[in-house]
């Protein structure tokens, strides 16, 4: 079993940057690929970005390729997801979610997820 909790969300102009955190419980986090989903109002889910257990692999949606980098710390039982040069059109409720399968861009591919945390994009 594994808790997540997303943390850093908020309010930025079109340009800038924020970082995102998702700690989660349990001694296992290293064992597990992390990814990065979002959801805006009236739109599915989509994936936004997924890194392996050991953090050496990472892997983007284009539309953020470039833009976002994901990365973990298993010391600290976190995963962030750095966010530059953001546009309005990333504004969404960010999720973190774990699996013990491989990076997949599919959200039924995870088995546990947090409660998200809300990102808006001014222009």
């Known amino acids: 079993q594994v808790q997540l909790v997303e943390s850093g969300g908020g309010l930025v102009q079109a340009g800038g940057s924020l970082r995102l955190s998702c700690a989660a419980s349990?001694?296992?986090?290293?064992?597990?690929?992390m990814g990065w989903f979002r959801q805006a109002p009236g739109k599915e889910r989509e994936f936004v970005a997924g890194?392996?257990?050991?953090?050496?692999?990472?892997y983007y949606a284009d539309s953020v390729k470039g833009r976002f980098t994901i990365s973990r710390d298993n010391a600290k039982n976190t995963v962030y997801l750095q966010m530059n040069s953001v546009k309005p059109e990333d504004t969404a409720v960010y999720y973190c979610?774990?699996?013990?399968?491989?990076?997949?861009?599919?959200?039924?591919?995870?088995?546990?997820w947090g409660k998200g945390t809300q990102v808006t994009v001014s222009s």
């Open positions: 979610a774990a699996t013990m399968g491989m990076i997949a861009t599919t959200g039924y591919e995870y088995d546990y």
């Open positions: 349990g001694r296992t986090f290293s064992s597990y690929v």
């Open positions: 890194i392996s257990w050991s953090g050496g692999s990472g």
